[in-house]
């Protein structure tokens, strides 16, 4: 199995940014302390739209990458904010 990378784009309404900001530090540090996390980060484009791009060593980590975030603080800040990413195996 081949290297998940991840790319897209969260985007929120300008009144939500501020959230997203605050809950990016934490949810970027742990994001990258995780096993197989190759790398991991999130910027701000414009007000309200963040690039994400991701790299997990494997699916298997990349899969648990995704079940933590989903029990994460930064699920419930920001898990209704509109997602547009594209997976694929390098």
Known sequence: MGVIRLTGTLTCAPEEAAA?????????????????????DVT????????????????????????????SDWWRATGHMTREFDASEE
Do not use: K, M, Y
Request: charged share 20%; proline share 6%; net charge positive.
């Open 20 to 40: 997203v900001r605050a809950a990016l530090p934490a949810h970027i540090r742990l994001s990258r302390a995780e096993p197989g996390c190759l790398s991991f």
């Open 44 to 71: 701000e484009t414009a007000p309200g739209i963040f690039a994400v791009a991701e790299r997990f060593a494997a699916r298997a980590a990349f899969d648990a990458h995704q079940t933590r975030t989903r029990a």
